[in-house]
């Protein structure tokens, strides 16, 4: 059974950085494209970045580029996202994504997400 | 960015009812649409993939439809279970966009 847990979220102030988590079990971690997508509270899901398998291409929203840094280690089965230069507009739940194989974009697993708050 | 525009926002409908969410594409996406549920304070889950094709253990009620770049959800009989708001996704181009959701809730 695909687990994702995702974790480091909590209260920062603006400007502020944080590192969330993510860590699958279930499948074979390094075949899949990996994503972060994040919803404001009572808000729609709007998707935040993107990872290739072997990390040779990494993707951003326009709202986040420059700010988060998506990344991933295989080897421990672990997807993360530095989060720099936090702004109020970036609280929300963020949750991980299991990409399908059969098609980019396509988002097959989610994780249970955890709670960023960006609040002075 | 490819804009989807999902309607309605929220809807009532009685066990056993055939219900339709429809979301509109700004460009043609082909067939690469998704549906998701999600249910309040659980992630989403994938319904139905490729505008028509259901995802792993998803009951046969759900459907999904395409014509251009209008795409349809239809639930045809209502179960208790099928609350929670619908949500449609592109993946036809980065980057991956989601309609604002349809709030599904049983009378």
């Known amino acids: 059974e695909v687990q994702l847990a995702e974790s480091g979220g909590g209260l920062v102030p603006p400007g502020r950085s944080l590192r969330l988590s993510c860590a699958a079990s279930g499948f074979t971690f390094d075949d899949y494209g990996m994503h972060w997508v994040r919803q404001a509270p009572g808000q729609g899901l709007e998707w935040v970045s993107g990872?290739?398998?072997?990390?040779?291409?990494?993707d951003y929203a326009g709202s986040v580029k420059g700010r988060f840094t998506i990344s991933r280690d295989n080897a421990k089965n672990s997807l993360f996202l530095q989060m720099n230069s936090l702004r109020v507009e970036d609280t929300a739940f963020y949750y991980c994504?299991?990409?399908?194989?059969?098609?980019?974009?396509?988002?097959?697993?989610w994780g249970q997400g955890t709670l960023v708050t960006v609040s002075s | 960015d490819i804009q989807m525009t999902q309607s309605p926002s929220t809807l009532s409908a009685s066990v056993g009812d055939r219900v339709t969410i429809t979301c509109r594409a700004s460009q043609s996406i082909s067939s690469w649409l998704a549906w998701y549920q999600q249910k309040p304070a659980k992630a989403p889950k994938l319904l139905i993939y490729?505008?028509?094709r259901l995802g792993d253990g998803v009951p046969s009620r759900f459907s999904g439809s395409r014509y251009g770049t209008e795409f349809t959800l239809t639930i045809s009989s209502l179960q208790p279970d099928d609350f929670g708001t619908f949500y449609c996704q592109q993946y036809n181009s980065d980057p991956w966009t989601f309609g604002h959701g349809t709030k599904v809730e049983i009378k």
């Open positions: 490729e505008a028509s």
């Open positions: 994504a299991k990409e399908s194989l059969y098609k980019r974009g396509l988002f097959e697993s």
């Open positions: 990872i290739f398998w072997d990390s040779r291409s990494v």
